[in-house]
Each structure stands twice: as C-alpha cells, then as structure tokens.
C-alpha cells in the first residue's frame, strides 16, 4: 500500500481538455512548452498552498475562446500561458492574495477576485499594468 505524500499534479491532458485533437493544427510546439511552463509553475503553487484543484478552463483554441462569455479577444488562455481553477469558495484566491510573495517567486499574476467569482484564473505572463494581481 502506497501513501499518498501530496495531491497528484495537474496533467497536460486535463490542461488541453481534449482540444489538441480537434485543434491539434493550432497548438504549435511553442503553445506546447508553454502549457508544460504554466503546469510546472501552478503545480508548485498548489503544492505550496496544499489545495487540490480542477482545471475550469486552460487551453482555449480560438473558435473556443471566442465562444466563452467575457474572454479577451488577446486572452492568455489562447496560448497556454493562463490557466482557471475550480475556486468555488474562492479559498484558493484568497490564499494567492494572502501569499502574493509566493506568486511572485514562481512568476504568476492573479486577475483580482471579484473579477473571477467560482475561479482563480492565473497566467505566467504580466499583465500590461506589470500588476501582480490585477483586473481583466
Ligand atoms: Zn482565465
């Protein structure tokens, strides 16, 4: 019998959420490394935090991400530089906005809060205002 130590880690599979078969033409090897970027980096934060999350949203091919209510015409999600988690009690957002020192060791920005009710959406890129937590 094997104890488990830690929360299994987030997969490339559950990011790509089945869409690099019918997308496959759009996620270059570049979209790739930087999926395998925002797991590494999101995957250390959960452990940090010792939450255990589902993926609510990652890759976004652009027929998706033009179909999803409110998403950014340049969203980060559309090369796989952004990630949303399942925060339905936005604890975990809350433990990014109480950590902030950690986000900024692994490279990760935050959209604030109230902007992400149910999710805590985090991209591995700053965004324009170089804002740590900031609104979309
Ligand atoms: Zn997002």
């Known amino acids: 019998m094997s104890v488990r130590k830690s929360a299994p880690p987030l997969k490339l599979a559950d990011y ?24 590494r980096r999101v995957n250390r934060l959960l452990r940090r935090a010792g939450f255990v999350c589902r993926i609510s949203s990652g890759w976004r091919p652009a027929a998706i991400n033009a179909t999803v209510p409110g998403a950014a015409q340049g969203s980060k999600h559309l090369s796989c530089l952004a990630i949303d988690l399942e925060d339905r009690n936005g604890r975990l957002d809350a433990w990014c906005m109480a950590n902030l020192a950690v986000l900024e060791e692994l490279q990760l920005w935050l959209e604030h809060p109230e902007a992400t009710p149910g999710w805590c959406h985090l991209q591995t890129l700053p965004p324009r205002s170089g804002k740590r937590v900031f609104y979309p």
């Open 16 to 39: 790509y959420m089945g869409r690099d078969k019918l997308h496959r033409h759009e996620l270059t090897r570049e979209l790739r490394a930087n999926a395998r970027e925002t797991l």
